[in-house]
């Protein structure tokens, strides 16, 4: 049997779904909450083993409803149900370890076995977040490859983690002091750094230049 709890701050959607879920025998509602308070103060007595949970309520909303059940209650599954479709509560939701998200323009048969999916363990994404998420991986994708180093700009960044003036560089580079100076402003940019001490520390804590002689023997 399926311990179902559920979330949300309108009791007529509540209501709805509990009619809905009554005539599933393998599904029992356990509990309901009205909002993020609420429920974070009901669940350890209704001990459910899915969360069925809104997004917008008052008090703590889903998605901090969603970080401190799973940090307290790792077993709790957690399905949003919400109208909210923009990608910051999605991606939010699931970063905090929501386990599924639908959106409430489903129709109830999906909600019920995503219900059963989310229980045997698996994940349930509404069809048009899943294209969201997949466009979402490919901007980053596209930005982390807009924010790689070319590789004259390792060849620089070499030279300042070296501690390397401009001059300096230019001449071992055998390019311009203009041209040492758009170089490294591209450095600062794409690893996000403001000063030369911080592009040193960054190139070396995430291993992007070999350590230079002067390191040697530390």
Do not use: W
């Not at 009619?19 to 009205?34: F, K, Q, R, W, Y």
């Amino acid at each position: 049997m399926i311990r179902l709890m559920l979330v949300d701050d309108h009791a007529i959607l509540r209501d709805g779904l509990r009619n809905i879920l009554s005539v599933e025998e393998d599904i029992e509602v356990v509990g309901e909450a009205e909002s993020g308070d609420d429920a974070l103060k009901k669940v350890e007595s209704c001990r459910p083993d899915i969360i069925l949970l809104d997004i917008n309520m008052p008090q703590k909303n889903g998605v901090e409803v969603t970080s401190i059940l799973k940090k307290k209650y790792t077993h709790i599954k957690i399905l949003v149900l919400t109208m909210h479709s923009h990608e910051e509560y999605f991606m939010s939701a699931i970063r905090e370890g929501a386990d599924g998200y639908l959106l409430k323009d489903a129709p109830s048969d999906q909600v019920v076995e995503a219900i059963r999916t989310v229980a045997s363990g698996e994940s349930v994404i509404h069809p048009s977040m899943t294209r969201k998420l997949l466009a979402f991986h490919q901007q980053q994708q596209i930005e982390q490859e807009d924010n790689a180093l070319t590789e004259r700009e390792k060849e620089v960044l070499l030279c300042l983690v070296e501690g390397l003036s401009n001059k300096e560089i230019a001449e071992r580079l055998f390019i311009s002091d203009k041209t040492v100076k758009i170089h490294v402003s591209k450095i600062f940019k794409k690893l996000n750094v403001k000063s030369r001490s911080q592009v040193v520390i960054h190139a070396v804590q995430h291993q992007l230049v070999p350590l230079p002689p002067t390191f040697n023997g530390i």
